[in-house]
């Protein structure tokens, strides 16, 4: 029986929008090893949503959300984003690989900000461990979202 080795902080976040081209190449890298069987990724993107209530535009309509502006505890968060790796990597064995991208900075509506990819011989693993992280991810970092209004003012943002 092999023993589980602990994984070294791995730092998560980038500034500015998740581009697609890293995740092509990020795919690329690992449809060479022929361990995996197979690939899930979940990825984030800043929703224009409506919201009601005090901010609206100038016509009095529910102003739409034109960016989120993403701020860490950035220690506080790789910490914790390590812990969580090894948790995955306890349930899921033989997943072979987990990587968490975060963006930080102002990210516009349609944009990219929150990746996470696993790969694993078989699929349910992989599906099964992209899905847990994402969970932990949200209620556990201490990331913090502030939603830009189009016209002005924001609200901070709930992760669900």
Not at 95 to 106: K, R
Not at 122 to 135: G, N, P, S
């Amino acid at each position: 029986m092999s023993e589980v080795k602990p994984h070294k902080v791995k730092d998560i976040f980038l500034e500015g929008p998740i581009d697609p081209a890293f995740i092509a190449a990020s795919i690329a890298k690992h449809a060479t090893r022929p361990d995996i069987g197979a690939h899930e990724i979940f990825l984030g993107q800043v929703r224009a949503d409506l919201r009601d209530g005090q901010l609206t535009t100038d016509n009095g309509l529910p102003a739409p959300v034109a960016a989120i502006e993403y701020t860490a505890y950035r220690d506080m968060a790789l910490e914790r984003m390590t812990a969580i790796r090894e948790e995955a990597f306890a349930k899921w064995p033989e997943m072979t690989c987990l990587h968490v991208h975060h963006s930080l900075g102002v990210i516009k509506a349609g944009e990219l900000c929150f990746m996470v990819f696993a790969s694993a011989p078989h699929r349910q693993a992989a599906r099964q461990a992209v899905a847990w992280t994402v969970d932990r991810i949200k209620s556990e970092l201490p990331i913090f979202g502030k939603e830009i209004m189009e016209g002005g003012g924001y609200v901070w943002k709930a992760n669900f």
